[in-house]
């Protein structure tokens, strides 16, 4: 206590300070274990000393001696690091004062462990997540390390789980079984991408050190935090998942469904990109920077062409190919990018690659805003959106806008020091412990309101199919109708057919109808195109005869009254046709309207040939007279015998046509044997044998309809 009264100099006064913040230090009880060092090391650095480590860890916070560049010797317990600097564990040196250094660097820490009593004398060291290789040494040995250093580099950037390393005592051991040494990091941290803050580098956390037992015990609560805190992550890919392998057998159900298709590379690229970088699986950063960018192109280029489809956009033609371009562009520089990012580690020429990386980054997110302008589109032309496509309207313009500003904000941010980026990766809310942030709900909004269209969409047309095969059925039965499933009687004469579409129903046609005065008409034509259009043809040109027959006999006229009622009725369309009159007796007039000529016996018959049916309405007909004789085998068949084709692109062609028929077949063998070399068309065949005139002679086996 000072004497009352008593005025000392300002000297005297920080003097008497001094002696009593000293006297205060001195008065200061020993550290806990594991707070602060309390002993020197041979290097004159001081220790870290954890005195009485039993079941818990210690961490290894620091601070550490840290110092750029790189020397084999610096792993040796004796150099001495006194003079490097320090820096903590729980930050990377970005953030301590060296932004945006890459390349080699050391951490040193002296350690002084004391276990507790009864406990081993070995101790596990625990290290996290190192940016990007790093070994580690302890008491000058190598213990361990992740990746290989350059000159050729390996590392693992989306690897970010902690390794247990073992620290055995050695030589150094304490008769009091105290374990010291000294723990030497070696770090090597690749060029910077463009989209690289600067502000990472070395550790990403700090190491802790404890029993073998409790260390192992701490890294499976690690393990357990990091699977929780990502469990809304992992769950939205799994619905991802689910969705693309579904889409994925629906299409492999129905290949026709390129919708599918495109779903399952939207809903498919997120998962392996998944496997790529979210696993913790080490794969080499190479192999993951060269997949990445190609798998974001293909789920940009799925998403637009469902949006095509959903949007009812598919009409544009024009949209169509701007679409097809720039999905060839988008691709081209994710690869490009990629193949530039698996080269980052190139010295002296990595600031070119940084620079080519940032010019294929603005390239590659330009084009990913291809959903803003389908969006617009459809809006703009007042699409009828129902509340599915709506749906998908809300959810593919937040999610593009969200996946531009998500890529575009990062660019550059070292230098713009811009934190839109990692604001945007903030948690909004938290489920148990894991993150839900703003990319997350519209990536999941997104995928939601795809799946609901989609559905929806495949309902609609499951509907319409149903429709068109019911009206398919009614066309199928109407042509069954129109084409005769038993052929007539016809004196002197045996008649087979055969009628066979390439499709469920057909544009050929062939009619026998009974005349007066023992006269029979036979007509065999052929509609141009397939499926039901050249079915309604068929049915209007069967009618017309129908009705013709009534007024007229000659084969000639037929054609002529039939081509005049056609025209203009065909939809530009038109037809072949071929048309006998025989009698009894073998006589035969016939009249052609472009249609092939009949085979008689092995010889294709001279017919006077005119323009098909439908084109030209003054057009007039001629007719041809022919005498068969008893057993004369007459061929009429339609152009899809002589185009049949097989899997090589070969025709059936003249002359096979002209060897089947020498053998005189009948009317199914001969279309059989076309539709075995390859069926490309409609084919219908229709024979006649000339038999003694009193024989009404017909062979029904032969006749065969296939629908």
Not at 150 to 172: A, H, K, M
Not at 326 to 335: E, Y
Not at 590 to 604: F, R, T, V
Request: net charge neutral; glycine share 8%; aromatic share 10%.
């Amino acid at each position: 206590m000072l004497p009352p009264g008593w005025r000392p100099s300002h000297s005297r006064c920080l003097s008497a300070l001094l002696l009593y913040v000293v006297s205060l230090l001195v008065a200061l009880p020993e550290p806990s274990a594991g707070q602060a060092p309390t002993a020197s090391s041979p290097t004159s650095s001081t220790a870290t000393l954890i005195e009485g480590l039993g079941k818990a860890v210690a961490p290894l916070d620091g601070p550490w001696q840290f110092h750029l560049g790189d020397d084999p010797l610096w792993a040796s317990p004796s150099f001495d690091d006194s003079q490097w600097e320090k820096q903590m564990a729980q930050r990377p040196w970005g953030e301590q004062g060296h932004p945006s250094y890459t390349g080699f660097a050391w951490y040193r820490l002296h350690l002084s462990l004391n276990p507790a009593s009864g406990n081993r004398s070995d101790f596990g060291l625990l290290v996290p997540h190192l940016d990007d290789i790093y070994e580690v040494y302890w008491n000058g040995r190598s213990i361990g390390r992740s990746g290989r250093f350059p000159p050729s580099p390996i590392w693992y950037r989306s690897s970010d789980e902690p390794t247990i390393y073992t620290l055995s005592p050695g030589t150094t051991q304490s008769p009091e079984r105290e374990l010291q040494g000294t723990i030497a990091i070696r770090v090597w941290k690749a060029p910077l991408l463009s989209d690289d803050s600067g502000h990472s580098g070395g550790f990403e956390g700090a190491p802790v050190v404890g029993s073998p037992d409790s260390v192992a015990a701490y890294k499976t609560t690690l393990d357990y935090q990091w699977l929780r805190s990502n469990l809304v992550s992992f769950s939205e890919y799994l619905l991802y998942g689910i969705a693309g392998f579904l889409s994925f057998l629906s299409w492999l159900r129905d290949r026709q469904q390129r919708t599918l298709l495109w779903m399952t590379g939207f809903a498919l690229s997120p998962l392996v990109r998944l496997v790529l970088y979210g696993l913790r699986i080490a794969w080499p950063v190479g192999l993951s920077n060269a997949l990445g960018p190609p798998l974001s192109s293909i789920r940009d280029i799925s998403l637009w062409f469902l949006l095509l489809w959903l949007l009812h956009l598919g009409d544009n033609q024009s949209l169509i190919r701007l679409i097809r371009r720039v999905a060839i562009v988008s691709m081209s520089v994710a690869v490009l990018d990629g193949l530039v990012s698996m080269l980052d580690a190139s010295v002296g020429w990595f600031w070119l690659i940084q620079i080519a990386d940032a010019v294929l980054t603005g390239i590659y997110f330009i084009t990913a805003a291809m959903p803003l302008l389908l969006v617009a589109l459809a809006i703009k032309q007042r699409r009828r959106l129902d509340l599915a496509r709506r749906l998908v309207v809300i959810a593919a313009f937040l999610s593009g806008m969200m996946q531009v500003v998500q890529g575009l904000a990062p660019q550059g941010s070292r230098f713009t020091h811009w934190t839109l980026a990692n604001k945007l990766r903030e948690p909004i809310f938290l489920i148990r412990g894991s993150a839900v942030s703003l990319p997350t709900l519209t990536g999941t909004f997104l995928l939601v309101a795809l799946v609901y269209a989609i559905y929806r969409t495949s309902m609609e047309d499951r509907r319409r199919r149903s429709l068109l095969d019911h009206e398919m059925s009614s066309a199928r039965e109407l042509q069954q109708v129109l084409i005769p499933e038993t052929v007539p009687s016809v004196r002197g004469f045996a008649i087979t057919s055969s009628y066979r579409p390439a499709l469920e129903v057909g544009g050929d046609f062939f009619q026998i109808i009974p005349l007066d005065d023992d006269f029979t008409l036979v007509i065999l034509g052929d509609v141009s195109g397939k499926g039901i259009k050249a079915a309604i043809a068929v049915s209007l040109i069967v009618g017309l005869v129908r009705v013709l027959v009534e007024t007229t006999q000659s084969p000639a006229q037929l054609l002529t009254e039939l081509n005049q009622r056609l025209c203009g009725r065909l939809r530009g369309g038109f037809a072949t046709c071929l048309t006998l009159r025989v009698d009894p007796h073998g006589n035969c007039l016939i009249a052609s309207a472009g249609h092939p000529p009949p085979y008689l016996n092995d010889q294709e018959l001279e017919v006077s040939g005119s323009f098909p049916l439908g084109l030209f309405p003054a057009v007039a007909y001629e007719e041809s007279w022919l005498r068969l004789q008893i057993n004369d085998h007459l061929a009429l068949y339609t152009d899809g015998l002589l185009e049949a084709r097989n899997k090589t692109g070969e025709i059936y062609g003249f002359d096979r046509v002209r060897e089947l028929f020498a053998t005189l077949p009948d009317a199914a063998r001969a279309t059989e044997a076309a539709v075995l070399f390859g069926q490309d068309d409609d084919i219908t065949v229709v024979t006649l044998v000339h038999v003694p005139s009193g024989e009404k002679s017909t062979d029904l086996s032969a006749i065969s309809l296939n629908f």
